[in-house]
């Protein structure tokens, strides 16, 4: 697969997937959304200050994520250990990422970690150990799973709901969220209704990622997620409405091997049967125009 970098408006480069319809980042700046979404949301500057963090990336595309988090942790402690694990089903992603290109954005020492990634799978230094697992991510999670592995900081990126169903179901978080350890934070850029009502199924607390940008029109940039919510930016009443209508109805794909179709097909059918509001209605009563909609509103 060749793939042909598109610049987003930060100057950073992305993808575009003809399978699924979509870019691999928002078009706002693939790089700043591995800082402020991913990075900065699951604290790591402050977990730095501690001997080790331990990251799972799910959907590691082109790194970024990845990238962004190790800059961010060595940053503040070159000493603090990494131990990742990175969940993709298409090995020529990462390596159509290694050109001088997308690589040149990258400290020198983040663009060999990416560039040994794509080619082996497999990075270590002292102060890192990580696995590129290549194939479907609901099955190399539950080997990690299985494993015991805890992660301090989950970056959660599939693409969105619409597009890549399988990947934000209540049987798949349920079985990330057992690799999150009692006091990690699962991020995403969703939210979505569905998505959070999956993530509350799994039996995660959830919060809103607020818009760093005050000039925003956005009523959320994402969802954190923790076991306890204690500690996390609470939903605003608007946003918990919005759990409550159709667009509320969670994903579901029991046997983890659903395709994208069979499990719009189920969501699709509980809605019809469903007595709750519906999501346009929810709309109206918050005045939220439909320019305000997006890719990733909807359920
Ligand atoms: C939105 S992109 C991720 C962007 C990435 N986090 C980055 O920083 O470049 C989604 C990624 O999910 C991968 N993907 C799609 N289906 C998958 C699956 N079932 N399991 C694992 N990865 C999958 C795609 O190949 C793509 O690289």
Redesign the pocket.
């Known amino acids: 697969m060749t793939w042909i970098p598109q610049k987003t408006v930060d100057g950073s480069f992305?993808f575009f997937?003809e399978e699924?319809g979509?870019a691999?980042?928002s078009h706002q700046g693939?790089k700043s959304e591995?800082f402020e979404k991913f990075a900065q949301v699951t604290q790591l500057a402050d977990r730095a200050l501690g001997d080790r963090i331990r990251l799972l990336?799910?959907?590691?595309?082109?790194?970024?994520?990845s990238a962004a988090a190790i800059e961010t942790i060595w940053r503040v402690n070159p000493d603090c250990k990494v131990e990742l694990y990175a969940?993709?089903?298409?090995a020529s992603?990462p390596i159509g990422?290694i050109t001088p290109e997308l690589l040149t954005s990258w400290p020198p020492e983040i663009q060999t970690i990416l560039r040994e990634l794509a080619l082996t799978q497999t990075c270590h230094r002292p102060n890192l150990t990580a696995e590129l697992l290549i194939?479907?991510?609901?099955q190399?999670v539950q080997t990690l799973s299985a494993w015991g592995f805890q992660a301090d900081a989950i970056?959660f990126?599939?693409?969105s709901p619409r597009k890549?169903p399988?990947?934000w179901t209540v049987e798949f978080f349920k079985v990330v969220s057992a690799c999150l350890d009692p006091n990690g934070r699962l991020a995403t850029y969703s939210r979505s209704a569905a998505v959070r009502s999956a993530m509350m199924a799994a039996g995660l607390a959830i919060g809103s990622i607020t818009a760093s940008d005050s000039r925003s029109n956005q009523w959320s940039n994402g969802t954190v997620a923790a076991w306890s919510g204690d500690l996390l930016p609470g939903l605003s009443e608007m946003e918990q409405d919005h759990l409550e209508t159709r667009a509320g109805i969670a994903y579901q794909d029991p046997g983890l091997v659903g395709t994208a179709q069979e499990i719009l097909a189920l969501q699709n059918q509980e809605q019809e049967r469903s007595q709750r509001r519906s999501t346009s209605s929810w709309r109206r009563k918050w005045g939220l125009e439909s320019n305000q909609k997006s890719p990733i509103y909807e359920s």
């Open positions: 992305t997937s699924f979509e691999f980042h693939a591995a990336d799910v959907c590691y595309g082109l790194g970024y994520n969940l993709e089903i298409d992603v990422a194939g479907d991510g609901r190399t970056f990126d599939p693409f890549c399988q990947l």
